[in-house]
């Protein structure tokens, strides 16, 4: 075999220099995917589609982005989850958000609020109509029942203030058992949010015309609803990833609203449980009640009003009895929101 048919040890070790400097220059492109652990604030049901559709269409991939999404108990545990670093990001009532600010003013990692999901708070009364609650006035020493950590519950304070309710008395249980206990009559009245309680109601043989609703924004109650939530050091480290998580969410989101019964067959593909039908359902109510409403086609999709958010902050510090005051600016950072272009995806108002 000719001598000349393998390399030199001189030219094997510039080879071998010449790869590593390749290589090294490649690696940027070989780890360019972010990984992001998301949190939801309840189970997998309609509205969860916002986030896993686009997983499933590709949307956050095409942003460099490994997303995963686990389901939540509430968005209480959603703060807590991101602010222990367990979660990078997640979905969370924003007066859950607030409340955990005022009550952990030094904590080192307190998430923060970067886009705004439901414009108004799905926050509502309900009670049958036979009872004869037509007001809220006439809730006034009635017997309400709700999970001590419900958002409606825990925001009652504030409804009862703008609309001169006098004293309640509430009754305490588990999720499952609110719908029940109101049907049975162990309540007079029950909070929760619109899309889940009025779904839960008619599932236990109630029929729509037989329910009263009081939902909270149309009683003089603008509180925010759920928001993305990022955790304080991944905002810092990641700030790009975030914006690009937005992006994505906000053109998955697009396609939720133009086709509910589309997106909610992902939430069927991720969970074969789930009642497709019914979920599509829910979906519908919480884009209707909570997502395209008039304040978010004023305010703009994903973003928040300065002096709503000021007035929230306020009414929650209250209503919670928060150790102290809510300051609006260190809850909410609008910086890495879409361009407002790219946020225009609400349909137009029905007339």
């Known amino acids: 075999m000719n001598p000349t048919q393998f390399p030199t040890r001189r030219t094997l070790i510039a080879w071998m220099a010449g790869l590593a400097v390749t290589l090294a220059a490649a690696a940027p492109a070989l780890a360019q995917e972010t990984a992001i652990k998301f949190q939801l604030d309840w189970r997998f049901e309609g509205p969860s589609a916002f986030f896993l559709l686009p997983v ?22 959603a703060v807590n989850r991101v602010a222990s670093g367990t979660y990078d990001m997640g979905f969370a009532d924003l007066a859950a958000l607030m409340e955990f600010h005022a009550n952990n003013p030094t ?13 108004n708070t799905p926050a509502a009364v309900f009670s049958l109509k036979k009872t004869g609650i037509k007001s809220p006035a006439d809730l006034t020493g009635k017997k309400l ?38 049907v049975k009559g162990d309540v007079d009245a029950i909070t929760g949010f619109y899309f889940t309680s009025l779904l839960n109601l008619e599932a236990r043989g109630i029929k729509a015309d037989e ?47 133009a086709d509910p019964k589309a997106a909610t067959a992902v939430v069927k593909a991720r969970d074969g449980l789930v ?32 002096p709503r958010l000021a007035l929230m902050a306020s009414q929650v510090a209250d209503a919670y009895a928060t150790k102290g005051r809510i300051n609006p600016d260190a809850v909410w950072n609008g910086s890495f929101l879409p361009t407002k272009a790219e946020l225009n995806i609400l349909p137009p108002a029905r007339k």
């Open 56 to 77: 499933a269409q590709g949307q956050f991939k095409a942003e460099k982005l490994n997303v995963t999404i686990d389901a939540g108990n509430g968005s209480g545990n």
């Open 107 to 119: 904590a080192p990692n307190k998430p923060v609020a970067v886009m705004m999901v439901y414009n």
């Open 145 to 182: 029942g709700a999970p001590v950590f419900d958002a409606g519950r825990r925001g009652f304070p504030i409804f009862q203030k703008a609309n001169g309710i006098g004293a309640v008395n509430w009754v305490s249980m588990d999720p499952p058992l609110r719908e029940t206990m109101l």
């Open 211 to 257: 329910i009263a609703v009081q939902l909270y924004p149309q009683h003089g109650v603008k509180l925010y609803g759920n928001a993305i939530i990022a955790g304080e050091e991944f905002l810092k480290k990641n700030p790009e990833a975030v914006k690009a998580f937005l992006r994505a969410f906000t053109q998955g989101a697009k396609a939720v609203i």
């Open 275 to 306: 009642n497709a039908e019914l979920e599509e359902r829910r979906l519908r109510l919480a884009i209707d009640s909570a997502i395209a409403t008039p304040d978010a086609r004023t305010e703009g999709f994903g973003a928040v009003s300065g």
